[in-house]
T-cell receptor, first 112, second 116 residues
Framework: DARVTQTPRHKVTEMGQEVTMRCQPI?????VFWYRQTMMQGLELLAY????????DSGMPKDRFSAEMPDATLATLKIQPSEPRDSAVYFC??????????FGSGTQLSVL | GENVEQHPSTLSVQEGDSAVIKCTYS??????FPWYKQELGKRPQLIID?????GEKKDQRIAVTLNKTAKHFSLHITETQPEDSAVYFC???????????????FGQGTILTVHP
C-alpha cells in the first residue's frame, strides 16, 4: 500500500531556529502539495509542484518559508527563522494524474 | 480563485441516523469534487469523489450528489456509526487546462459526532 512519507513526525524548536520538513511522494505521482493545518484556518495551501516545477506558492510567507523539490522523490519545506505562530501540523500530499490526493501523516511543529 | 464554503461546521447525530454535509463552490469551471475524512490526530483520507459529468455517486453507506447549475455538492452518510465521527472536508478542483493546474481548494471542515 503506497503512502506519502513525511519526516519528522514531531518537531519542537525554539523561536528563530531553522526547521526543515521532508516529504517523499508516492512513486509516479506528478503533483506535490504542502498544506498547513490549524484549528482556525483548516487546510491552508502553502505551495505546490507539478512535475517538480513550482506552480503556486502564493499561500506561503516568502520572507521565511521556502519549498523545493530537488528530485522526484523528495520535497522539502523550510522555515527560517521560525516563529511561535508557525506552530501547526504541516501535511504533504501527492496527487496522481486523475487528481486524487493522498496525504502524508504530517509534521506536528511546535515553536516555543 | 476558487472559494469553497462548507456547512455546517459541527454536526451531531444519533447512531443510525443520516448525516448530510453541504458545500458550495464559486468557480463554474471546477470539475472534480472529493471528500476527505480526518480522524483525530490522523491524516485526511479520501473517502469518495465525483466528477462533473456525474450527478450522484454511491459507495455503501456514503453518497455524494452534485448540482452543477447551483454549484453545490453534498455528502450523505446513512446509518451512521460511532466510527464515522471525524472531521469531513469537501474540496473543488479545476483540472489542468485552466489556470488552476489542478489545485484543490478545501472547505473549512465539518466536525461530525455520532452518539451511540
Amino acid at each position: 500500500d503506497a503512502r506519502v512519507t513525511q519526516t519528522p513526525r514531531h518537531k519542537v524548536t525554539e523561536m528563530g531556529q531553522e526547521v526543515t520538513m521532508r516529504c517523499q511522494p508516492i512513486l509516479g505521482h506528478n503533483t506535490v502539495f504542502w498544506y498547513r493545518q490549524t484549528m482556525m484556518q483548516g487546510l491552508e495551501l502553502l505551495a505546490y509542484f507539478r512535475n517538480r516545477a513550482p506552480l503556486d506558492d502564493s499561500g506561503m510567507p516568502k520572507d521565511r518559508f521556502s519549498a523545493e523539490m530537488p528530485d522526484a522523490t523528495l520535497a522539502t519545506l523550510k522555515i527560517q527563522p521560525s516563529e511561535p505562530r508557525d506552530s501547526a501540523v504541516y501535511f504533504c500530499a501527492s496527487g496522481d494524474r486523475r487528481e486524487k490526493l493522498f496525504f502524508g501523516s504530517g509534521t506536528q511543529l511546535s515553536v516555543l | 480563485g476558487e472559494n469553497v464554503e462548507q456547512h455546517p461546521s459541527t454536526l451531531s447525530v444519533q447512531e443510525g441516523d443520516s448525516a448530510v454535509i453541504k458545500c458550495t463552490y464559486s468557480d463554474s469551471a471546477s470539475n472534480y469534487f472529493p471528500w476527505y475524512k480526518q480522524e483525530l490526530g490522523k491524516r485526511p483520507q479520501l473517502i469518495i469523489d465525483i466528477r462533473s459529468n456525474v450527478g450522484e455517486k454511491k459507495d455503501q453507506r456514503i453518497a455524494v450528489t452534485l448540482n452543477k447549475t447551483a454549484k453545490h455538492f453534498s455528502l450523505h452518510i446513512t446509518e451512521t456509526q460511532p466510527e464515522d465521527s471525524a472531521v469531513y472536508f469537501c474540496a473543488a478542483l479545476r483540472n489542468a487546462g485552466g489556470t488552476s493546474y489542478g489545485k484543490l481548494t478545501f472547505g473549512q471542515g465539518t466536525i461530525l459526532t455520532v452518539h451511540p
